[in-house]
C-alpha cells in the first residue's frame, strides 16, 4: 500500500458481552477469503478490546476507559489497522467506528453509529467500505432493525456515497430536527424550581 512497511490492514471489534461473536475458524476463512481477493486487503480480526489502542481527542482517558472499556460498555469500537515495521507494535491505527445500541419506538432495536472515521491517506482503499459491511453484519447478529448515523451538512461526498449505499435521509424525508441540552443546561433543568 505505502512505502512505510505498510500492506495489509485489520478490522478488530470491541468485545461484546451477550453477542455472539464470529468463531476462530469463520475468521480465518474470511482472512483467506479477503487475501484470496488482494493481498493488500483487510484482515477481519475480533480482539478483547479491554486494552484500547487509542483514545479519542477531547475525551478523558478515565471517561473512555470506563465507558467503552468497563465491565458495563455504553459504546463499542472497531479499529482497522494496518501493518507498519517502523512501529513497536506492528500496527498503525488508521481507522475507527464507534457505535452503541439504542431503541426506537416506531423500529425497535437500532445500531447507532456515533463515530466513523479512516485516515486520508487510507481513504479510497476500501476500508470504510470493509467497515461499513462489518458495521451491518453485527447489526443484523444483534437483531437490528436499522442502523443510524448523521452526517455533517457540508459532507457532501459521504451523503451522496450513503444515499446510493440505499441511506435514507431522515431530516430531508421526514422533517426531524436534531436538537441537544449542554451539560450547562442539563443543570438548569433538573434543578430549577
Excluded at 478523558?60 to 512501529?87: H, M, T, W
Excluded at 451523503?159 to 435521509?169: E, F, K, M, P, V
Aim: aromatic residues 10%; glycine residues 6%.
Amino acid at each position: 500500500m505505502n512505502q512505510s512497511g505498510t500492506n495489509q490492514s485489520s478490522l478488530s471489534d470491541s468485545n461484546q458481552a451477550g453477542i455472539n461473536q464470529p468463531s476462530t475458524s469463520s475468521l480465518d476463512m474470511n482472512q483467506m477469503d479477503m487475501n484470496q481477493r488482494s493481498s493488500s486487503l483487510y484482515e477481519m480480526i475480533e480482539v478483547d478490546m479491554k486494552q484500547p489502542s487509542m483514545s479519542q481527542a477531547g475525551m478523558r482517558q478515565s471517561d473512555l476507559l470506563r465507558d467503552g472499556f468497563g465491565d458495563n460498555p455504553l459504546f463499542y469500537c472497531l479499529i482497522a489497522e494496518v501493518n507498519n515495521q517502523q512501529k513497536p507494535s506492528g500496527k498503525l491505527t488508521v481507522g475507527f467506528a464507534m457505535y452503541y445500541f439504542t431503541y426506537d419506538s416506531r423500529t425497535g432495536k437500532v445500531l447507532y453509529l456515533e463515530d466513523f472515521y479512516v485516515t486520508q491517506a487510507y481513504q479510497g482503499l476500501g476500508i470504510g467500505a470493509e467497515m461499513l459491511k462489518r458495521l451491518s453484519q453485527i447489526a443484523i447478529r444483534t437483531q437490528c432493525n436499522c442502523m443510524h448515523f448523521l452526517v455533517v451538512i457540508w459532507n457532501q461526498a459521504s451523503i451522496n456515497y450513503y444515499t446510493s449505499r440505499g441511506a435514507l435521509d431522515l431530516s430531508s424525508k421526514e422533517g426531524w430536527h436534531l436538537f441537544r441540552f449542554n451539560r450547562e443546561e442539563l443543570l438548569d433543568i433538573a434543578w430549577e424550581e
